[in-house]
């Protein structure tokens, strides 16, 4: 069984950081990418970053600020948050994508930006 747990949700003021982890544990077939998406109140589930073998991107509206990063040792994915908006207000989940079509959830963190 495969479980993800996710840790360093929190609140941070306009302009601040957080730091996300994700650590993967059991029997984990080949991972192929490792994401972080988040979903806001009322709104529909969003992609924000991947990180795969050799390679990460990012959604538009975090390119520059979110800097994913990943130890495979530890199987666990990071996603630093810097420059944090209230827009960034949200749950984050990890996302792990195994053998191309197996995918598996965190729970969830939530993040909230607000002076």
């Known amino acids: 069984q495969v479980q993800l747990v996710e840790s360093g949700g929190g609140l941070a003021q306009p302009g601040g950081s957080l730091r996300l982890s994700c650590a993967a544990s059991?029997?984990?077939?080949?991972?192929?990418?490792m994401r972080w998406y988040r979903q806001a109140p009322g709104k529909e589930r969003e992609w924000v970053a991947r990180?795969?073998?050799?390679?990460?991107r990012y959604a538009d509206s975090v390119k520059g600020r979110f800097t994913i990063s990943r130890d495979n040792a530890k199987n666990t994915v990071y996603l630093q948050m810097n420059s944090l908006k209230p827009e960034d207000t949200a749950v984050y989940y990890c996302?792990?994508?195994?053998?191309?079509?197996?995918?598996?959830w965190g729970q969830g963190t939530q993040v909230t930006v607000s002076s």
């Open positions: 990180t795969s073998p050799g390679w990460t």
């Open positions: 996302n792990v994508l195994c053998d191309g079509s197996t995918e598996y």
């Open positions: 059991g029997r984990l077939p080949s991972i192929n990418a």
